[in-house]
Nanobody
C-alpha cells in the first residue's frame, strides 16, 4: 500500500505562485506514474500534470506553460510548481500514484487564487 501526503496549498493573489509537494511512502521504484489532479467546486476531478517512471510528462492544456511537474525518486517526492496562477485554478489538488494499475490518492490540499 502506497501512502501519499500533500503540502504547500494556500491562498494567493492572481498572478502569484505556489509549490505543491507530495511525499510517498513505500518503494518509489514500484510507482509507474505520479501526478496531480484537481477538483474545483461543482466540477469533476481532472488531470493537471503527471510524470512516468521514465520521466515522460503530461499537462492539461489549461496549465501548460505555467505549471511544472518534477519527480525525485531518491527523496520519494513529486512536486508541482504553479506560476501565473488564475482564479480558475482554485481547487483541491490531489497527489496520485499508480502502482500496477492500482490508483492511490493523497488527502488533498486546498489552493485558492483570489482576483
Amino acid at each position: 500500500q502506497v501512502h501519499l501526503v500533500e503540502s504547500g496549498g494556500g491562498l494567493v493573489q492572481a498572478g502569484g505562485s505556489l509549490r505543491l509537494s507530495c511525499a510517498a511512502s513505500g518503494s518509489i521504484g514500484s510507482i509507474n506514474v505520479m501526478g496531480w489532479y484537481r477538483q474545483a467546486l461543482g466540477k469533476e476531478r481532472e488531470l493537471v500534470a503527471s510524470v512516468s517512471s521514465g520521466a515522460i510528462t503530461r499537462y492539461a492544456d489549461s496549465v501548460k506553460g505555467r505549471f511544472t511537474i518534477s519527480r525525485d525518486n531518491t527523496k520519494n517526492t513529486v512536486s508541482l510548481q504553479m506560476n501565473s496562477l488564475k482564479p480558475e485554478d482554485t481547487a483541491v489538488y490531489f497527489c496520485n500514484a499508480v502502482v500496477e494499475y492500482v490508483w492511490h490518492w493523497g488527502q488533498g490540499t486546498q489552493v485558492t487564487v483570489s482576483s
